[in-house]
């Protein structure tokens, strides 16, 4: 099956199959949106969207604070609502807010996200 970009979108089992990163788009009000790359993660409770992003987009409002574990310790992050489409699906989903300046992805794609018909496979290359 082809997605609208032309990129094969692969299903098994009705479930679409990606790869440890994933072309997404991030959907704000009044039609703002921006196409990024994300970070898939399995391990990952919660998505997350860089803070610099989601006021560009201008996502919000903060719809509450959410306790986060990560690499870098354990803390409250405030979580907004935001529509993402990838991989031919259309998602709206919680997102914790995180400086993810340093970071390669400035989205992390996680299990809240994942439930919704993925299987992730390693060895899908991703164009970046």
Known sequence: ML?????????????????LSEEVIIFGPKN??????????TGATKSSIDIQLAADLALGPILKAALIRSA???????????????????ITAEFSLADRS????????????LKEGFLVDP??????
């Open 72 to 90: 870098s310790g354990t803390g409250l992050r405030p979580v907004v609502e935001s529509r993402i489409e990838f991989a031919d699906k259309d």
């Open 32 to 41: 703002k949106k921006k196409k990024v790359m994300a970070r898939i993660d």
């Open 3 to 19: 997605s609208r970009d032309n990129n094969i979108v692969i299903k098994y089992n009705k479930k679409t199959v990606i790869g």
């Open 102 to 113: 340093h970071m390669k992805f400035p989205v992390l794609i996680g299990q809240n996200i």
């Open 123 to 128: 060895a899908k290359k991703t164009e970046e």
